[in-house]
């Protein structure tokens, strides 16, 4: 299907475009608009996204799937406040946050979004501690409070017993639960993964995803999360595909079920 | 509703933190600090030696003597410099994970130059002392109980306050470049940087 047609089924039936059961009130976390970005390398130019549209729903968790170019981690650090897009606007919560001066751009890093990343970005000097202190101590939670925050959110995530482990004694998962600990530190109201579970053998993987779905339930954060894996589709509320820096795609679960068996059988 | 309208606040600077991450990182990273401590210390000890120890009033004496001073410097700071460069390109990569953590650019920024400062100055404390000791003793050599001498002395003060200022210098200042490129930079062009 070419994206001009998309459009006109969105413009027809938003429903059927966003996934979305229009009958019920729905709030936005995230809203994105013609999002563009293009990368500028000496003459040459990149389109990694050529106008994005999306409506993410508060505490609901989206799986962006596409395959290794498609625009996918463009597409979270322009969401996350990461990077500048070069047109289009993404709103959190109805803020635009191109207008954010370098102070609120922090506040919304620290306490409205938590990140993680393929490669865990784990400071390396620090103990599992102190890596999920940290984000608290930048948003002024006094040190010891912080501390006592981390012992349990640690405890939370399964590493009640290597508090003051490295990453380099840390196995991969183990640093990825530690990013998430991390992630959901300051209680945000995003999560946003991107491929979490790529350097993860399978049942890791597993785990770390079934572990980002409890966190999602139990404290109602929206999580945005890109991955490979069909198997992580069973447990996300919508899926979003992206191809060649669009949104080929956006639809709840439970209408794609029948399209992920198929596309499981036949071995993707 | 469900969602809570929320007000967007603004992160500020915090010096009790900016200080403990200069410091842990200082610790966390002993090999190195001892390493950048040392030859600070040479540099700045090696400095006063050389603007205490006698000099006869020869002027090709003299020459030589201050051409040893620049080139010593010479060597020594682009050691130090050096060091100063990689440490801070090498945490390219960690730089742009505490920015997703909600770290200010001017948090970065100052973080470094506290941390640079601290090695500088506790480098130079050490040359100073070190300085000393060896004027004294390679002095005596020379010119034996001269060294005990107000005379020999003259000065000494604003030698021990150049040579602290030079320590303070090349670290802070091979940082200050590095650390703001660090600071300015995209986080996530800042944690491709480095693996
Ligand atoms: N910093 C960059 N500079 C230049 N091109 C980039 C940069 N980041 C991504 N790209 C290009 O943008 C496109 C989308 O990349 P990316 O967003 O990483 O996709 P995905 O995460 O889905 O693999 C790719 O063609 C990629 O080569
Ligand atoms: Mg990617």
């Not at chain 1, 102070?103 to 938590?114: H, M, N, Q, V, Y």
Request: aromatic share 6%.
């Amino acid at each position: 299907m070419s994206h001009s047609a998309q459009t006109t089924d969105a413009a027809t039936n938003p429903a059927d475009y966003w996934g979305a059961d229009l009958s019920q009130q729905v709030d936005c976390t995230v809203m994105a608009r013609g999002v563009k970005m293009v990368y500028r390398m000496g003459s040459e130019s990149i389109q990694a996204l050529a106008g994005v549209d999306a409506d993410i729903f508060t505490g609901e968790y989206i799986s962006i799937m596409g395959p290794s170019g498609s625009g996918k981690t463009t597409f979270f650090n322009v969401v996350g406040g990461l990077i500048k897009p070069s047109e289009g606007s993404v709103y959190i919560d109805e803020i635009d946050i191109a207008q954010l001066d370098a102070g609120e751009l922090a506040w919304l890093r620290c306490r409205k979004i938590g990140y993680i990343f393929q490669s865990y970005n784990i400071v390396k000097a620090m103990t599992a501690l102190e890596n999920v202190t940290l984000p608290m101590l930048f948003a002024g939670v006094p040190p010891d409070e912080a501390q006592d925050r981390a012992v349990d959110i640690l405890k939370r995530v399964g590493l009640g017993e290597r508090l003051l482990h490295t990453p380099k004694e840390l196995s991969g998962g183990q640093q990825q639960r530690v990013a998430i600990a991390r992630a959901f530190a300051n209680q945000p109201a995003i999560i946003l993964a991107d491929e979490p579970t790529a350097n993860l053998d399978l049942r890791t993987g597993e785990e770390i995803i079934a572990l980002m779905k409890e966190m999602n339930t139990e404290r109602g954060v929206t999580v945005i999360c890109s991955t490979h894996d069909h198997k992580m589709l069973d447990i996300s509320d919508r899926i979003m595909w992206m191809q060649d820096g669009r949104v080929k795609k956006l639809a709840r679960r439970e209408d794609v079920e029948i399209t992920i068996s198929k596309m499981k059988e036949e071995g993707h | 509703m469900t969602q809570e309208m929320w007000e967007i606040k603004r992160l500020h600077l915090k010096p009790e933190l900016v200080w403990s991450m200069a410091m842990s990182s200082l610790r966390l990273r002993m090999g190195r600090t001892l390493l950048t401590l040392l030859t600070v210390a040479a540099c700045c000890a090696f400095l006063l030696f050389l603007l205490t120890a006698p000099i006869s009033d020869d002027p090709a004496d003299r020459q030589m003597w201050g051409l040893m001073i620049t080139l010593s410097l010479i060597v020594s700071a682009a050691g130090v410099l050096n060091t100063m460069l990689m440490s801070v390109t090498q945490r390219y990569r960690e730089i742009g994970t505490i920015k997703c953590l909600g770290a200010l650019d001017s948090f970065v920024l100052i973080s470094v130059l506290v941390e640079s400062a601290m090695l500088g100055l506790a480098g130079a404390i050490l040359g100073i002392f070190a300085g000393l000791l060896l004027s004294v003793v390679i002095g005596s050599i020379s010119v034996g109980l001269g060294v005990f001498t107000a005379a020999y002395w003259s000065g000494v003060f604003w030698k021990i306050g150049a040579a602290a200022l030079v320590g303070l210098c090349l670290t802070t200042f091979g940082a200050a470049l590095p650390a703001y490129i660090a600071a300015k930079m995209p986080p996530v062009e800042a944690m491709r940087g480095e693996k």
